[in-house]
């Protein structure tokens, strides 16, 4: 199995700039999550969804974020225009849920995003 | 509202020793699974080990124990004959039921392990 698979693994813009941050969640894997991760904040829940659905966007920052699945296999996070406290690591998780609560996420890489 | 809590920010062990990594929780919810989440410094998350609310006994995977005192509401790591590749950032994080099912994991801000020679 591949695993979570992000790109690009390190992005570097200007302030002002559209980014895009893309994952391929494990296949068979129904709940898909954008967490952020800083120094200050440590690890947060962006958004998830369910079955390529968005179930709960209340972590997104901004409206400059917004996040999509248009299929079962990808999903971007956009943040238009960004920001220097935009800086951050994100994180795409994803997990095979059903009803139970023991199933644990399993995360990409990451994608370090530089705001300059 | 739920929370998790580590206080300890750093921490340092020697080779070959035993460590214990300190997580606390706080929920209303009867039904809650914790798990354990390793980040190295080339920045990967890597699940470590999983203990559910109502499992009996203490989850071990390898070297991995996870020492679950629900009364005190307290979900320790133990690393037993820690290695230097075990130096690493330590995620204790809780998962929440969510409408329709499926979880959600909230994570404490994490502890970081040194182990030395």
């Known amino acids: 199995d591949a695993g979570v698979i992000q790109s690009p693994r390190h992005e570097v813009t200007e302030m002002g700039q559209e980014v895009t941050l893309r994952c391929k969640p494990i296949?068979?894997?129904?709940?898909l999550f954008w967490y952020r991760q800083t120094m200050m904040r440590g690890l947060e829940l962006l958004i998830y969804?369910?079955?390529?659905?968005?179930?709960?966007d209340s972590g997104m920052p901004e409206d400059r974020f917004s996040a999509k699945m248009p299929n079962a296999s990808f999903s971007t996070l956009k943040i238009q225009p960004s920001e220097p406290r935009d800086s951050a690591v994100y994180f795409c998780?994803?997990?095979?849920?059903?009803?139970?609560?023991?199933?644990?996420?399993?995360f990409g890489n990451g994608t370090r995003l530089t705001v300059t | 509202a739920q929370k998790i809590t580590q206080t300890q920010p750093g921490m340092f062990v020697q080779e070959k020793e035993a460590v214990t990594l300190d997580c606390t929780y706080d929920?209303?919810?009867?039904?809650?699974?914790l798990f354990w989440y390793k980040q190295p410094s080339s920045g990967e998350m890597i699940f470590l080990i999983y203990?559910?609310?109502?499992?009996?006994q203490n989850a071990t995977e390898g070297r991995y124990s996870l020492n679950f005192q629900k009364a005190r509401k307290s979900a320790n790591l133990v690393i037993s004959a820690s290695q230097l590749g075990d130096s690493a950032m330590y995620f204790c994080?809780?998962?929440?039921?969510?409408?329709?099912?499926?979880?959600?994991?909230?994570f404490g801000t994490g502890t970081q392990l040194k182990v030395e020679l």
């Open positions: 998780a994803s997990s095979l849920m059903g009803e139970s609560y023991n199933s644990p996420l399993h």
């Open positions: 296949s068979g894997h129904d709940y």
């Open positions: 969804f369910n079955n390529n659905v968005p179930i709960d």
């Open positions: 929920t209303s919810d009867p039904s809650y699974g």
């Open positions: 203990q559910g609310s109502y499992d009996q």
């Open positions: 994080a809780m998962s929440l039921i969510l409408t329709g099912g499926g979880n959600k994991l909230t």
